[in-house]
């Protein structure tokens, strides 16, 4: 929907507009898959308008390519993120989408998929994917099997998405993930898999599980300080990313963080400056809202201002 704002398609209010066009191609069909968190999946009841709590609105393809090329040409958007679902045409349906972004614009593309053959990887790049984002979803393979693996009733396993990423990441230089926190998961397991990723050039982008009405997910024991651990994954994340501090330099007792394997002043200024907390994923990439509330915003799609570090100062128990 805030997609379509930027592109003059809808006439909507947005405090932060997104920097990315955030497009999912729509079809009547349910997925073949099965992710139990996800709205378009085989067993789901949800309305299909729906990614997390992103609402996708239906729009016809001519006037959304038209306008993304000139929406990027003014510096409105500046990347296209493309998801699909996995049904029987959605390749024909992904190549056809990129062919036609292409024709027209050389916008950066993003494309979310699931894990696909060396020769179909080498096509995406060869028509102009500049990233390709293969999302991992859990941290540990027995919560992946739980969420979209064989006890979800669907065909992934977590060792053929590895396999998928250290491809793809061969293939294309560099991949992306995107990993779910709150599915009961303890700190240790987050920042190991974020850590062991990010070896293998993989870049995981932080999501928090967000139920939506009519999916199969229920989760039993989520983390009762849901905010304090994503906020202890962010930052534990940018220490990694940024080269500061590794998953080995990190103490953990009990799966739960307890040092971060940075000094004390290095910490607070990472907090204060509020980088760690903004939005993680593709370059240009700030999903405003799509897992968030107003009252709780985990990824910023901006810089947080002086009350919000201040918040996330408390959600990580520092004040
Ligand atoms: S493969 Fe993607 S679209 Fe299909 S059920 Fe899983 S998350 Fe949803």
Avoid at 207 to 213: A, D, K, L, R, V
């Amino acid at each position: 929907m805030g997609t379509l704002g930027v592109l003059g398609l809808e006439l909507i209010e947005m405090d932060t507009p997104p920097t990315t066009a955030y497009l999912q191609i729509y079809t009547e069909k349910r997925c073949m898959a099965n992710c139990q968190f996800c709205a378009q999946a085989s067993g789901s009841q949800a309305d299909r308008n729906h990614i997390a709590r992103g609402l996708y609105v239906p729009a016809e393809l001519e006037p959304v390519v038209k306008r993304l090329k000139i929406a990027f040409e003014r510096g409105y958007l500046a990347r296209a993120c493309i998801q699909t679902a996995f049904y029987d045409t959605w390749w024909h349906d992904t190549v056809y989408l990129i062919k036609k972004i292409r024709s027209l614009s050389p916008i950066p593309i993003s494309l979310s998929v699931f894990p696909l053959s060396d020769e179909r990887y080498e096509e995406l790049q060869k028509l102009g994917v500049n990233e390709l984002v293969i999302p991992l979803d859990a941290c540990t393979p027995q919560l992946f099997d739980m969420i979209k693996g064989k006890n979800a009733g669907s065909p992934f396993s977590w060792e053929t998405h590895m396999d998928g990423l250290k491809r793809a990441a061969r293939i294309f230089g560099k991949v992306g993930t995107h990993i779910m926190l709150g599915l009961g998961e303890s700190d240790e397991d987050a920042v190991g898999v974020i850590g062991e990723l990010w070896k293998n050039k993989v870049n995981p982008a932080l999501f928090s599980y967000t139920y939506i009405p009519g999916t199969q997910l229920v989760i039993h024991d989520k983390n009762e300080n849901i905010t304090g651990h994503y906020r202890k994954v962010q930052l534990a994340r940018h220490l990694i990313v940024e080269g500061i501090a590794g998953y080995g330099d990190m103490r953990f007792e009990n799966g739960v963080l307890c040092d971060f394997g940075a000094g004390s002043d290095m910490i607070l200024s990472i907090i204060e400056e509020g980088e760690a907390f903004r939005t993680s994923g593709c370059p240009d990439c700030n999903r405003p809202m799509a897992n968030e509330t107003f009252s709780k915003i985990y990824n910023f799609p901006r810089k947080p201002d002086d009350t919000e570090i201040e918040n996330i100062r408390k959600d990580l128990g520092l004040a």
